[in-house]
C-alpha cells in the first residue's frame, strides 16, 4: 500500500515555463513534507519542505503547495530551467517518527 | 567537508555471496538511514539507526543486517546475496531527532548474478 503517491512517472516542459509536479498521500498522521531532486548517478538533493501548519512555502524559483483536506501537495518551479531535469521525489512523515516515506519519483524534463 | 560518502561505487556479486556495504558522515549527524532505490518503486527504507549502537528495522529489512559501532559509520551488511537484492542503495544522515533533511550520499549500485 503506498502512502506517497507520484502519479506522473515523467513531465516535459519547455524552458521558462511553470513546472508542477504533484504528489498525493494517504495517512493523515503525515505532518511534514519534502521535495528531493535527484540527477543520474547522484544522491538525493534536499529540495524544499513544508509543515502542515503551513499551506505554502517558498523558495526562490520554487513554490511547495499543501492541500491538507485534499491530501495533495505540488511543486511549482517558475521559470523552469534545463538545469532543473532530474528525477523529483516527494516524502512525508508524522511526527514523533524519524522515518520518511518517499514517492516513486517524477522525471522532469526541461526542454531549451 | 565530504558530508556523506558510500563504499564502493559498483559491486557486482553472485548469487550467495556477502560484502558490506560501508556509509560515513562527517557532519556529526545522529540518525543514520539506508534505503534502496528500484525502479517504479522510489525509496525505500531498509534499517536505521537513531544513534550509535542503535539500529532499527525499516520497510524491506529481510535478507539485511546493519551495524552502528561508531557514530559517524552506518554498515550495511548482506550475508547471503540473491538477484533480488540487485539494486541501487542510498546512505542517509540527519542532524537530530523531529522532522530534520536527510542528507544522502551518491549511491552504491549492486548486482547480483
Known amino acids: 500500500d503506498q502512502q506517497v503517491k507520484q502519479n506522473s512517472p515523467s513531465l516535459s516542459v519547455q524552458e521558462g515555463r511553470i513546472s508542477i509536479l504533484n504528489c498525493d498521500y494517504t495517512n493523515s498522521m503525515f505532518d511534514y513534507f519534502l521535495w528531493y531532486k535527484k540527477y543520474p548517478a547522484e544522491g538525493p538533493t534536499f529540495l524544499i519542505s513544508i509543515s502542515s501548519i503551513k499551506d505554502k512555502n517558498e523558495d526562490g524559483r520554487f513554490t511547495v503547495f499543501l492541500n491538507k483536506s485534499a491530501k495533495h501537495l505540488s511543486l511549482h518551479i517558475v521559470p523552469s530551467q534545463p538545469g532543473d531535469s532530474a528525477v523529483y521525489f516527494c516524502?512525508?512523515?508524522?511526527?514523533?517518527?524519524?522515518?520518511?516515506?518517499f514517492g516513486t519519483g517524477t522525471r522532469l524534463k526541461v526542454l531549451a | 567537508n565530504a558530508g556523506v560518502t558510500q563504499t564502493p561505487k559498483f559491486r557486482v556479486l553472485k548469487t550467495g555471496q556477502s560484502m558490506t556495504l560501508l556509509c560515513a558522515q562527517d557532519m556529526n549527524h545522529e540518525y543514520m538511514y539506508w534505503y534502496r532505490q528500484d525502479p517504479g518503486m522510489g525509496l525505500r527504507l531498509i534499517h536505521y539507526s537513531v544513534g550509535e549502537g542503535t539500529t532499527a528495522k525499516g520497510e524491506v529489512p529481510d535478507g539485511y543486517n546493519v551495524s552502528r559501532l561508531k557514530k559517524q559509520n552506518f554498515l550495511l551488511g548482506l550475508e547471503s546475496a540473491a538477484p533480488s537484492q540487485t539494486s541501487v542503495y542510498f546512505c542517509?544522515?540527519?542532524?537530530?531527532?523531529?522532522?530534520?533533511?536527510?542528507?544522502f550520499g551518491p549511491g552504491t549500485r549492486l548486482l547480483v548474478l
Open positions: 542517509a544522515s540527519s542532524y537530530s531527532s523531529g522532522q530534520e533533511t536527510q542528507y
Open positions: 516524502a512525508a512523515s508524522g511526527s514523533g517518527t524519524y522515518k520518511y516515506i
